[in-house]
T-cell receptor, first 114, second 117 residues
């Protein structure tokens, strides 16, 4: 069965520090991978996506993610966190074979301390 | 580009009434839209896949007679919660599938907060 694991429920980082949010997946098809961010009471905003090709993808707001097939991972990174990055981050996996439906991780809440 | 809107953003209704939520893709056509439900401090749960011009496909455990979905045009899908009860109170989010080069990306609406009294 398809599954997505975000092992960290909460992460707290200092403003200006680097950030890495972990995502591991188990999927029976060639995965398409996404990171979304959600502020409280809001919908989801797409940060970045990976379909194929270069395994390091750049997204909006200075985020990047690296697809590592051997580790079944798609970790999200940012070199310097801003207070406005505080939100909940969701990793999601989809595939054409499954009707492009997304399977979401449980989410990671990012807190930024000044 | 790829903007999705939802209306209303919040609604309060009495138990037993029906509530309709609209999801629109504003700058692209979407033959497929998805409806999710999100409980507090939880991830998104897919309720159904809405297909333009055909019946929606519901996930296991979702009552299709309670959550009516209509995808009448390439830019609009509606979710009607019929005979709403307090346990239907939740945050409902839609997404629209954007296709480019055969590759699909879901863009999400801002969500609708439903409170049933």
């Amino acid at each position: 069965a398809q599954s997505v694991t975000q092992p960290d429920i909460h992460i707290t980082v200092s403003e200006g520090a680097s950030l890495e949010l972990r995502c591991n997946y188990s999927y029976g098809a060639t995965p398409y991978l996404f990171w979304y961010v959600q502020s409280p009471g809001q919908g989801l905003q797409l940060l970045l996506k990976y379909f194929s090709g270069d395994t390091l993808v750049q997204g909006i707001k200075g985020f990047e993610a690296e697809f590592k097939r051997s580790q079944s991972s798609f970790n999200l990174r940012k070199p310097s966190v801003h207070w406005s990055d505080a939100a909940e981050y969701f990793c999601a996996v989809g595939a054409r074979e499954y009707g492009n439906k997304l399977v979401f991780g449980a989410g990671t809440i990012l807190r930024v301390k000044s | 580009g790829a903007v999705v809107s939802q209306h209303p953003s919040w609604v309060i209704c009495k138990s037993g009434t029906s509530v309709k939520i609209e999801c629109r893709s504003l700058d692209f056509q979407a033959t497929t839209m998805f409806w999710y439900r999100q409980f507090p401090k939880q991830s998104l749960m897919l309720m159904a896949t809405s297909n333009e011009g055909s019946k929606a496909t519901y996930e296991q455990g979702v009552e299709k007679d309670k959550f009516l979905i209509n995808h009448a045009s390439l830019t609009l899908s509606t979710l009607t919660v019929t005979s709403a009860h307090p346990e239907d109170s939740s945050f409902y989010i839609c997404s629209a599938r954007f296709l480019a080069g055969g590759l699909a990306t879901q863009y999400f609406g801002p969500g609708t907060r439903l409170t049933v009294l």
